[in-house]
């Protein structure tokens, strides 16, 4: 009586079309879809990766802390600075530079315009810059120097030694003064390049 009752329940099984079937086809992959996702996927990777770099290389953003950059910055302007620029030269002349005065790694960064560079020897005299005896030719309007500081004598700059000013040279705490004094490219965070937002 047992076996007749499974064998009934048995055919019904299998009679049904829903029901369990073991013979039923397996569904084939798609090797379309799946190249597909698979180079969606590298290609966001990608994307994120290089937004990553750039990002670190170009978007680093330091503050304007003070008035001694104005006119050509002011006062919490927010600044870009380009991290990667001195990786593969050296801080020219006019560059506007960010760096850590002194080594101070808990000093907020410092934002200031090279002036003079490694081998150079520069003198403030008159209120006026010279650079190997040389009238340094300012590219923008700046006031006559008040205070030359350590720049009353002419000082000639060792190897890896950057001489750095303010644009307001009359209010900026610089390369003039012992508490700042001469720039280290270990210091130098980056070139700035652009006031963010633009």
Known sequence: MFLSIRRFFGRKLFRKKDGLNFRRRRRKIDFEKVKYLLVFALELALVIGLAYVVVLSFGKQVECSNSSMEPTYQTSD???????????????????????????????????????????????????????????????????????????????????EYFVLGDNRNSSEDSRYESVGFVASEDILGRVWMRYPF
């Open 78 to 160: 927010i600044l870009l600075v380009n991290t990667i620029a001195y990786k593969f030269s050296e801080p020219q002349q006019s560059d506007v530079i960010a760096f850590k005065p002194k080594a101070n790694v808990n000093a907020s960064y410092s934002v200031k315009r090279v002036i003079a560079t490694p081998g150079d020897t520069i003198y403030i005299n008159n209120g006026r810059i010279y650079i190997n005896d040389t009238l340094y030719k300012e590219n923008l309007e700046v006031e006559r120097i008040e205070n030359p500081g350590i720049a009353a004598t002419p000082i000639t700059l060792m190897e890896d």
